[in-house]
Structures are given as C-alpha cells and as structure tokens.
C-alpha cells in the first residue's frame, strides 16, 4: 500500500494464479498445463519467424492467425476475435459486453478469475450455487442478469455440461450475452461454437495454453457473432494495438495447421486421465467425472490441505483452494505416466502414514 495508490487500486482483489515454482525436478499438476510439448511444427515456424522482421510490429489484426481459426472452426474470420491468452479475451468480455448495472450470473464454484474481473470493471455478481454433485442447473440462471458465464467443462470441477442443456440455456436467455469459456472443452468436452449461427448473443472462448501446449505462448480466442467481435475490437484497439507478438501469431497458425500432434497429445492426456482416476479411486479418493486435462477428487477421510502440504514435500506440487464447499478437495493435472506414478507413489507413502 502506497500514499500514491488510487482508491480504485487499494480497492482490488487480485487473481492468484498457481504457483509456477522456479525449482526443477518438482512434478508440477497444480495449474493445468499440458504435459506434451507443443508441436514440433510449431517450434519450427516460431524459429522461422526469428529474424530482422522482428524489428517491425506485428500485425494488429491476426489476421492470418483468424483467418486458421475461423477455417479450423467452419466459421467466418468476422466471427473470431484473438487475444494475449484467454484471460485476455474474457477480460475484454467483461469490460465490454457484460451490462454493468446488473449481476453477472457465474457458479459459485468455478473460474476465479471472474470475480476479480467483476471487480476490476465495477460488475456487480451473483453466484449460482451449483448442485449437491457440484453440476451446473442451468434453469437456475434466471431473472434480472447483465449476463452468464461458465467454463465448460468447468474449472476445478472438470464437470461437462451437454451441449443441449446449453441450448436450453439460450433459448430462455436471449437478452444478454451468455459466454462459455471452453478452456478445456478439447479433452472431452462438445463445443458449443456449432451454436453461435443461431445465437446472436452467445460467445465461445477457447485457448492454445491447454490442448495445444501453448500456455508460455499467451493466444486465446473468442467466436460468435461479429457485432459481439466488434465491440471487442473496440476495447481491444483502446487498449493495446498489438497484444499478439510475431512469434505468437506464427505458433498458434502453425498449431492449427498440425491436426496429428493435436490429437496425439489429446488422446494421450485422456488415456491418462482415465487411469490416473482408476488409481486415485483405488486409493479411496471420490474422483468428480472430468472432461478435462485435471481430475478433482476428495480422500474419504483425509484432509485436503494435509495431503496437498504432504505432496509438497516431496515435490509434488497440485492445486488446493481455500474456499467453502471445495476445501477438502484437490485439482490434480494429468501429467505424463511417469509424473503420474510419481504422484500416485507419494500418495500410497502418506496414506499409508
Ligand atoms: C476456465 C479457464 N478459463 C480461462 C483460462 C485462461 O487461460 P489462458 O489465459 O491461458 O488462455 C483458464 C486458465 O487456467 C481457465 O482455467
């Protein structure tokens, strides 16, 4: 605290993103990144791209970058919108499509991000309690809202919500714009960007940093109709010109055009998830059904925070948050096999304790 902060600034909350700790040798399932590394074709344009453009801005626009999603997606490059990561982009969502006189509609348990974004613009909120198995009711998003927006999957649940019950959404929600936020939605999950040509007010975001192994790169992207873009290219262009760099807009293209290594990775994860839950289970842990790149699990009489210190100490490092109804639970990013027995050998060392 400063005499030469504004009030505005003593005021805020910010997000605390996981730990990204500086040691090596730790096996790190604390912030949901992808094990695989990127493509090697996209390592390959990203060296290319090295050179004495690098001198010269970038393109504004990302217009080829729009141009690989849009072609990717089956959608029009009008209808997508590029940002420095999706926190970006939904950052841009709240500031500028979000009605601020009236609550944002999110679940209680969920991103929490949004909370700090509300307060950054000056959005009120109400949080949707999500049911006793922690499932999203969508016809619990009702009355008076300045909007409505989820991760789905969402996060740290990794619960999928279908597709039909989206549109269920939608149909009874058509004044104000609905956002869902599919981080994660390429590791099991059905995107709802097949819906935007009905929906004038939906917007879908999605990111690079988890399917594509992009999180140091920093591109995410939003899809839906292009006056919803529109605004966003207004407060984008309010803001900062170029929030992708050459390197950045070169990888993501790249990443796209390399649909092999795609799915490669994205098997892998899944086949992974699916055994690292089997073994957790084993070892008396609830396990929430993930569609995600992490699984989120309670022991039957272990605490949480007991064994995510325990973990700790021998350098393993996974997400525990602090906050009611999900105390006793952890957020374990799937790792690669060997990061996973790794995980799973200090687990069976401190139960057995
Ligand atoms: C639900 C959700 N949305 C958005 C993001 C932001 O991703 P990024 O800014 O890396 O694109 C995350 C990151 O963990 C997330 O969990």
Redesign the pocket.
């Known amino acids: 605290m400063s005499r030469f902060w504004s009030p505005f600034v003593k005021g805020l909350v910010p997000y605390v993103p996981g730990e990204q700790p500086k040691m090596h040798k730790l096996t790190k399932l604390n912030?949901?990144e992808n094990p695989y590394g990127p493509s090697p074709k996209v390592l390959a344009a990203i060296q290319d791209e090295l050179g004495d453009d690098l001198r010269r801005y970038p393109d504004p626009n990302s217009d080829l970058l729009k141009a690989a999603i849009a072609d990717y997606h089956g959608v029009d490059a009008a209808q997508v919108f590029v940002g420095n990561?999706?926190?970006?982009v939904?950052a841009h969502i709240f500031h500028g499509l979000f009605q601020h006189g009236k609550p944002l509609l999110f679940p209680d348990i969920t991103?929490s991000?949004y909370p700090v974004y509300c307060g950054l613009y000056g959005i009120p909120y109400e949080a949707i309690p999500l049911d006793e198995s922690f499932q999203i009711r969508v016809g619990d998003y009702t009355g008076m809202k300045g909007g409505i927006i989820f991760?789905n999957p969402n996060?740290p649940t990794g619960c999928f919500l279908p597709l039909a019950e989206i549109e269920r959404l939608l149909m009874v929600n058509t004044e104000t714009v609905v956002v869902i936020?599919e981080?994660?939605v390429d590791f099991g999950g059905e995107s709802a960007i097949c819906l935007v040509e009905r929906f004038p007010n939906l917007l879908v975001?999605q990111?690079?940093?988890?399917s594509r192994s992009l999180?140091g790169l920093?591109?995410?992207f939003a899809v839906g109709h292009p006056d919803l873009i529109e605004a966003l290219e207004r407060i984008k262009n309010s803001f900062n010109s170029y929030p992708l760099d050459r390197l950045a807009q070169r990888g993501a293209v790249a990443s796209f055009a390399d649909q092999a290594y795609f799915e490669q990775c994205q098997q892998a994860v899944v086949s992974e998830r699916d055994k690292l839950v089997q073994a957790l289970t084993a070892l008396d842990f609830e396990v929430l059904p993930s569609a995600a790149n992490f699984v989120f699990c309670r022991h039957c009489s272990r605490d949480a925070a007991a064994l995510a210190a325990g973990l700790r100490e021998d350098g393993v490092i996974v997400r525990h948050f602090k906050q009611a109804r999900i105390e006793q639970y952890l957020r374990i990013t799937v790792g690669r096999p060997e990061e996973n027995a790794v995980l799973l050998a200090s687990l069976q060392a401190i139960l057995a304790n």
């Open positions: 912030t949901n990561g999706s926190d970006e939904l991103y991000f991760p996060a936020d981080a994660y975001t990111t690079l940093s988890k999180a920093r591109v995410g």
